[in-house]
């Protein structure tokens, strides 16, 4: 089945950047939309972005112009870019895989599309 693996979580200070990386396998990478959600202490996880095989993409509205989602088949891997990090971004980043192949991105996007998901790395933003 297929397995994600997660990294690249860390400390930063509010206005700083990281970058987080999420390696499959066991699967036809290419044609599963992926997606990045997060979860802070006390919150229900919650979806950051998302990409299908088609590269559409997807946002929540409170990243949008700071974070970019990215893909790269041939490595089997999925980016997320983090610029001018904000406190309340803090929380365990988990990537995800669409439970169906070829299944797209869409306004509709939620966290039932995805049933494949890896163990999730800290992300921690300080003052």
């Known amino acids: 089945q297929v397995q994600l693996v997660e990294s690249g979580g860390g400390l930063v200070q509010a206005g700083g950047s990281l970058g987080v990386s999420c390696t499959a396998s066991g699967g036809s990478f290419s044609r599963y939309g992926m997606g990045w959600f997060r979860q802070a202490p006390g919150k229900e996880r919650e979806i950051v972005a998302a990409i299908d095989w088609q590269r559409r993409t997807y946002y929540r509205d409170v990243v949008k112009g700071r974070f970019t989602i990215s893909r790269d088949n041939a490595k089997n891997t999925v980016y997320l870019q983090m610029d001018n990090l904000k406190l309340e971004d803090s929380g365990v980043y988990y990537c995800?895989?669409?439970?169906?192949?070829?299944?797209?991105?869409?306004?509709?996007?939620?966290?039932?599309?995805?049933?494949?998901w890896g163990q999730g790395t800290q992300v921690t933003v300080s003052s």
């Open positions: 995800a895989a669409h439970r169906t192949p070829w299944e797209l991105v869409t306004p509709r996007t939620q966290i039932t599309s995805f049933q494949y």
